[in-house]
């Protein structure tokens, strides 16, 4: 499976044969760009690393830029004149030749299997809402990897849920034989995976979150957010264990016993385009509060609590998070601008992972 998103905000994996994607974050449409977050201990501290290796070169550079608006439209930036001819206005109102380079603030040049990649990274957000329709279907498939190892993890199953039924009183079937059948187990509606990969065919306009199944690992559950349109949507997703989690939080804090593992949950954030792209100056905010909670960025490959946007490959999240239903909503560090926000119900003890995608 080419991976088009990588699991959310958590450790990655150097394994012996390869280095691969498990640390929740996006990384573009290359088979070769890969994510990659190591632990490494030592006989001196722990030390946690993130890394990003092979990165696509950008398409394009800002033609133009200034600390003032430079446009609102496109034909802002064409109506400038020479050298101006191919240019596009963000939603950062900056022209830009081509697609936006991420390292400019905006966003990166692939897309994933099953865009459109000819629309630019911005259109969805003036697209209308996304109708339910029961009578066509569209592939979503979710590769899980172990952290410690970097392979298929045993032994694990998963279910699908909608977003309006946070406790999966009624889970969705995965083998697409209608909206609204339970599937195996006794109604409760896991699958098992094969070789760490669930697949599913849910219906156009659906909403709602992969839960995975096991008695080794953290609760995990990655949302499909916003409603799905896509053909294809392949998912990549890291699952820990709760040593490992709570390595995580001690190491991002700087304190042993930082993760509150009973009455808190961790959550993962994308900052995701159109494309699927990663974003890059993207700040995050969130309706929950809670004064143990801890916002952090992935940034220059270290998770830190100091910074304030994401960086190219557009990874965030909150650690120590109380359960409930919340709004995390991204802006555009330069300008405060909205870039999009999302819903999702975050579990107590659980790591959520969830994309923003550009939204009205």
Do not use: W
Request: proline content about 7%; some cysteine; charged content about 20%.
């Amino acid at each position: 499976m080419r991976i088009a998103e990588v699991a959310t905000g958590v450790p990655f994996v150097e394994h012996e044969r390869a280095k691969i994607a498990v640390g929740g974050f996006q990384v573009g449409k290359s088979e070769a760009s890969f994510g990659v977050l190591m632990f490494r201990r030592s006989s001196h501290a722990a030390l946690a690393l993130f890394a990003v290796v092979a990165l696509s070169s950008a398409a394009c550079s800002v033609v133009f830029s200034t600390n003032k608006e430079q446009c609102s439209r496109d034909e802002d930036c064409t109506g400038r004149g020479a050298g101006f001819e191919n240019t596009k206005c963000t939603l950062e109102n900056v022209c830009v030749s081509g697609t936006p380079n991420p390292t400019d603030g905006a966003v990166r040049t692939d897309s994933a299997p099953g865009v459109d990649a000819s629309r630019g990274p911005f259109a969805c957000a003036s697209d209308p809402p996304t109708s339910v329709d029961t009578s066509k279907q569209v592939d979503l498939s979710i590769r899980y990897i172990d952290f410690t190892s970097g392979l298929a993890p045993a032994n694990i199953g998963a279910r699908l849920c909608a977003a309006s039924d946070p406790t999966c009183a009624n889970p969705r079937t995965i083998e697409g034989a209608g909206p609204f059948d339970a599937g195996p187990e006794g109604g409760k509606g896991y699958v098992a995976a094969k070789d760490g990969v669930v697949t599913a065919k849910p219906e156009v306009g659906f909403e709602g979150f992969l839960e995975l199944k096991s008695t080794v690992y953290t609760p995990t559950f990655r949302y499909t957010s916003p409603p799905l349109r896509d053909p294809q949507n392949p998912l990549d997703q890291v699952i820990l264990r709760q040593s490992e989690v709570d390595f995580f939080a001690d190491t991002l804090i700087g304190r042993v016993g930082s993760y509150d593992s009973v009455n808190k949950g961790l959550v993962f954030l994308l900052a995701t385009d159109c494309n699927r792209g990663s974003i890059a100056n993207i700040s995050f905010s969130t309706t929950a509060v809670d004064d143990k909670m801890v916002q952090f960025y992935i940034v220059n490959t270290t998770p830190s609590t100091t910074e304030t946007k994401t960086d190219p490959l557009g990874r965030a999240g909150y650690i120590n998070i109380p359960p409930g239903l919340h709004t995390f909503t991204a802006t555009f560090a330069d300008t405060g601008k909205k870039m999009g926000s999302v819903r999702v119900f975050v579990r107590a003890g659980a790591a959520t992972t969830v994309s923003v995608l550009p939204s009205p």
